[in-house]
Protein backbone atom coordinates (compact mmCIF):
# COMPACT_ATOMS: atom_id res chain seq x y z
CA UNK A 1 0.00 0.00 0.00
CA UNK A 2 1.32 3.31 -0.51
CA UNK A 3 2.29 4.86 2.73
CA UNK A 4 0.41 8.03 2.04
CA UNK A 5 -2.71 6.37 1.57
CA UNK A 6 -1.74 4.50 5.22
CA UNK A 7 -1.22 7.97 6.49
CA UNK A 8 -4.42 9.80 5.31
CA UNK A 9 -6.16 6.74 6.31
CA UNK A 10 -5.62 7.50 10.08
CA UNK A 11 -6.73 11.03 9.58
CA UNK A 12 -9.69 10.31 7.82
CA UNK A 13 -11.55 8.82 11.15
CA UNK A 14 -13.39 12.01 12.40
CA UNK A 15 -12.38 11.48 16.22
CA UNK A 16 -8.66 11.27 15.20
CA UNK A 17 -8.74 14.29 12.99
CA UNK A 18 -10.00 16.37 15.76
CA UNK A 19 -7.41 15.20 18.42
CA UNK A 20 -4.72 16.34 15.63
CA UNK A 21 -6.16 19.11 14.88
CA UNK A 22 -6.56 19.95 18.59
CA UNK A 23 -2.99 19.75 19.45
CA UNK A 24 -2.08 21.83 16.37
CA UNK A 25 -4.26 24.64 17.69
CA UNK A 26 -4.01 24.06 20.92
CA UNK A 27 -0.62 22.19 22.00
CA UNK A 28 -0.20 19.38 24.16
CA UNK A 29 -2.73 17.66 26.16
CA UNK A 30 -3.14 15.01 28.50
CA UNK A 31 -6.26 12.81 27.83
CA UNK A 32 -8.74 14.04 29.88
CA UNK A 33 -8.07 17.73 28.51
CA UNK A 34 -9.05 15.82 25.08
CA UNK A 35 -12.04 14.14 25.99
CA UNK A 36 -13.20 17.49 27.61
CA UNK A 37 -12.28 19.48 24.54
CA UNK A 38 -13.93 17.25 22.13
CA UNK A 39 -16.83 15.55 23.97
CA UNK A 40 -15.48 11.69 23.50
CA UNK A 41 -15.38 9.26 25.92
CA UNK A 42 -12.34 8.39 27.54
CA UNK A 43 -12.04 4.68 26.32
CA UNK A 44 -12.83 5.25 22.66
CA UNK A 45 -10.12 8.30 22.66
CA UNK A 46 -7.49 6.32 24.11
CA UNK A 47 -8.12 3.92 21.37
CA UNK A 48 -7.77 6.53 18.60
CA UNK A 49 -4.54 7.95 20.28
CA UNK A 50 -3.57 4.33 19.93
CA UNK A 51 -3.58 4.07 16.68
CA UNK A 52 -2.18 7.84 16.21
CA UNK A 53 0.70 7.09 18.32
CA UNK A 54 1.32 3.79 16.17
CA UNK A 55 0.84 5.46 12.93
CA UNK A 56 3.40 7.86 14.25
CA UNK A 57 1.47 10.55 14.38
CA UNK A 58 1.58 12.11 17.92
CA UNK A 59 3.61 11.32 20.91
CA UNK A 60 3.67 10.50 24.40
CA UNK A 61 5.65 11.93 27.65
CA UNK A 62 5.26 11.81 30.69
CA UNK A 63 5.11 15.23 33.50
CA UNK A 64 4.50 13.48 37.41
CA UNK A 65 1.16 11.27 36.71
CA UNK A 66 -0.02 13.10 33.57
CA UNK A 67 0.76 11.64 30.14
CA UNK A 68 1.03 14.41 27.35
CA UNK A 69 0.40 13.87 23.94
CA UNK A 70 1.82 16.10 21.26
CA UNK A 71 1.76 16.38 17.56
CA UNK A 72 5.22 14.22 16.76
CA UNK A 73 6.08 16.36 13.69
CA UNK A 74 6.67 19.68 12.57
CA UNK A 75 5.06 18.27 9.26
CA UNK A 76 1.08 18.15 11.01
CA UNK A 77 1.31 21.93 11.33
CA UNK A 78 2.01 22.30 7.40
CA UNK A 79 -0.64 19.78 6.58
CA UNK A 80 -4.02 21.18 9.01
CA UNK A 81 -4.02 24.41 7.66
CA UNK A 82 -3.70 23.79 3.99
CA UNK A 83 -6.43 20.97 4.65
CA UNK A 84 -8.32 24.16 5.48
CA UNK A 85 -7.34 25.99 2.67
CA UNK A 86 -8.95 22.72 0.31
CA UNK A 87 -11.85 22.68 2.22
CA UNK A 88 -13.10 25.90 1.35
CA UNK A 89 -12.36 25.07 -2.63
CA UNK A 90 -13.92 22.21 -2.67
CA UNK A 91 -17.22 22.29 -0.53
CA UNK A 92 -19.99 24.08 -0.71
CA UNK A 93 -21.06 27.10 1.29
CA UNK A 94 -24.28 26.27 3.68
CA UNK A 95 -27.51 27.44 2.68
CA UNK A 96 -27.72 30.16 5.89
CA UNK A 97 -24.81 31.42 6.87
CA UNK A 98 -24.33 31.81 10.85
CA UNK A 99 -26.14 34.73 12.34
CA UNK A 100 -24.49 35.37 15.31
CA UNK A 101 -21.98 37.83 15.89
CA UNK A 102 -19.15 35.26 16.27
CA UNK A 103 -18.01 32.41 18.15
CA UNK A 104 -14.77 30.89 19.72
CA UNK A 105 -12.74 28.06 17.93
CA UNK A 106 -10.59 27.07 20.68
CA UNK A 107 -9.01 30.27 22.18
CA UNK A 108 -9.59 32.06 18.52
CA UNK A 109 -12.41 34.28 17.11
CA UNK A 110 -14.33 32.44 14.53
CA UNK A 111 -18.11 32.86 13.15
CA UNK A 112 -19.30 36.62 11.38
CA UNK A 113 -16.67 38.51 13.57
CA UNK A 114 -13.42 36.27 13.36
CA UNK A 115 -13.92 36.41 9.63
CA UNK A 116 -14.46 39.90 9.04
CA UNK A 117 -11.73 40.72 11.60
CA UNK A 118 -9.44 38.76 9.38
CA UNK A 119 -10.24 40.07 5.96
CA UNK A 120 -9.79 43.65 7.39
CA UNK A 121 -5.71 42.78 8.67
CA UNK A 122 -5.04 41.45 5.12
CA UNK A 123 -6.87 44.44 3.30
CA UNK A 124 -5.09 46.67 5.25
CA UNK A 125 -1.54 44.72 5.22
CA UNK A 126 -0.86 43.55 8.88
CA UNK A 127 -1.52 39.93 7.47
CA UNK A 128 -0.58 38.53 4.40
CA UNK A 129 -1.82 35.16 3.54
CA UNK A 130 -0.38 32.46 1.48
CA UNK A 131 -1.80 29.42 -0.42
CA UNK A 132 -0.81 26.68 2.37
CA UNK A 133 -2.59 28.37 4.34
CA UNK A 134 -0.21 29.80 6.82
CA UNK A 135 -0.10 33.61 7.07
CA UNK A 136 2.67 35.76 7.26
CA UNK A 137 3.04 39.85 9.84
CA UNK A 138 2.98 42.28 6.60
CA UNK A 139 3.78 45.43 5.97
CA UNK A 140 1.75 47.52 8.20
CA UNK A 141 1.51 47.10 11.94
CA UNK A 142 -0.65 45.33 13.94
CA UNK A 143 -3.23 47.28 15.39
CA UNK A 144 -4.16 47.51 19.24
CA UNK A 145 -0.53 47.03 19.91
CA UNK A 146 -0.50 43.36 19.41
CA UNK A 147 2.95 42.14 19.37
CA UNK A 148 4.33 38.81 17.33
CA UNK A 149 4.31 36.05 19.99
CA UNK A 150 7.06 33.93 20.88
CA UNK A 151 8.56 31.43 18.37
CA UNK A 152 7.85 28.66 19.96
CA UNK A 153 4.05 29.36 19.07
CA UNK A 154 3.16 28.97 15.35
CA UNK A 155 2.29 32.60 14.66
CA UNK A 156 -1.18 32.46 12.71
CA UNK A 157 -2.70 30.08 10.10
CA UNK A 158 -6.52 30.20 8.52
CA UNK A 159 -8.82 27.96 9.95
CA UNK A 160 -11.71 27.27 7.64
CA UNK A 161 -14.95 28.39 9.16
CA UNK A 162 -18.19 26.19 7.42
CA UNK A 163 -20.65 28.21 9.01
CA UNK A 164 -19.17 31.15 6.87
CA UNK A 165 -17.33 29.31 4.08
CA UNK A 166 -14.64 31.43 4.73
CA UNK A 167 -11.35 31.41 6.77
CA UNK A 168 -10.74 32.97 9.96
CA UNK A 169 -7.03 33.52 12.27
CA UNK A 170 -6.18 30.89 13.77
CA UNK A 171 -2.35 30.65 15.50
CA UNK A 172 -1.42 32.44 18.45
CA UNK A 173 -1.64 35.53 16.93
CA UNK A 174 -5.77 34.69 16.83
CA UNK A 175 -5.63 33.76 20.32
CA UNK A 176 -3.88 37.03 21.42
CA UNK A 177 -6.41 39.38 19.35
CA UNK A 178 -9.18 37.34 20.95
CA UNK A 179 -7.74 38.02 24.19
CA UNK A 180 -7.20 41.96 23.80
CA UNK A 181 -11.16 42.37 22.28
CA UNK A 182 -11.96 40.21 25.59
CA UNK A 183 -9.87 42.53 27.91
CA UNK A 184 -11.34 46.24 26.21
CA UNK A 185 -14.92 44.59 26.46
CA UNK A 186 -15.54 45.11 22.93
CA UNK A 187 -16.41 41.31 23.30
CA UNK A 188 -18.13 39.16 25.80
CA UNK A 189 -19.13 35.53 26.06
CA UNK A 190 -22.74 34.26 25.76
CA UNK A 191 -24.23 30.99 25.52
CA UNK A 192 -21.86 27.95 24.76
CA UNK A 193 -19.21 29.03 22.40
CA UNK A 194 -21.05 32.28 21.18
CA UNK A 195 -19.80 35.64 21.43
CA UNK A 196 -21.45 39.20 21.17
CA UNK A 197 -20.26 42.56 20.16
CA UNK A 198 -20.67 45.08 22.87
CA UNK A 199 -21.68 48.45 22.14
CA UNK A 200 -18.21 49.92 23.05
CA UNK A 201 -16.92 47.41 21.21
CA UNK A 202 -18.98 48.03 17.88
CA UNK A 203 -17.25 51.45 17.84
CA UNK A 204 -14.07 50.02 18.52
CA UNK A 205 -14.38 47.56 15.87
CA UNK A 206 -15.34 50.30 13.18
CA UNK A 207 -13.32 52.60 13.81
CA UNK A 208 -10.08 50.35 14.01
CA UNK A 209 -10.53 47.44 11.82
CA UNK A 210 -13.52 49.16 9.52
CA UNK A 211 -15.57 45.83 10.45
CA UNK A 212 -19.44 46.66 11.34
CA UNK A 213 -21.19 43.39 11.44
Same mark, same amino acid.
Given at each position: ? +? &????? #? ?16 ? !?????? /?? #? *????? *? ?14 ? !? %???? /?? /??? /? ?18 ? %? ?8 ? $????? +? ?6 ? #? ?14 ? !? *? ?16 ? #? ?16 ? *?? $? ?6 ? &? %????? &??? %? ?16 ? &? ?14
Amino acid at each position: M +D &ARVAL #LKELADPVRLRVVDRLGH !GGPATV /SE #L *AAALD *ASMPLLSNHLRRLREA !G %LVTV /SR /SGR /SVIYAIADEGLFALLPLLDR %LTGVVTKAPA $QADAA +DGRTCYSH #LAGRLGVALYRALLER !G *ALRDRPDGMVEPGAEPLP #LGIEAPPERRRFAFECFD *AT $QHAPHLAG &A %LGDEL &AAA %LFERGWIERGEGRDVRVT &AKGARGLRRTFGVAL
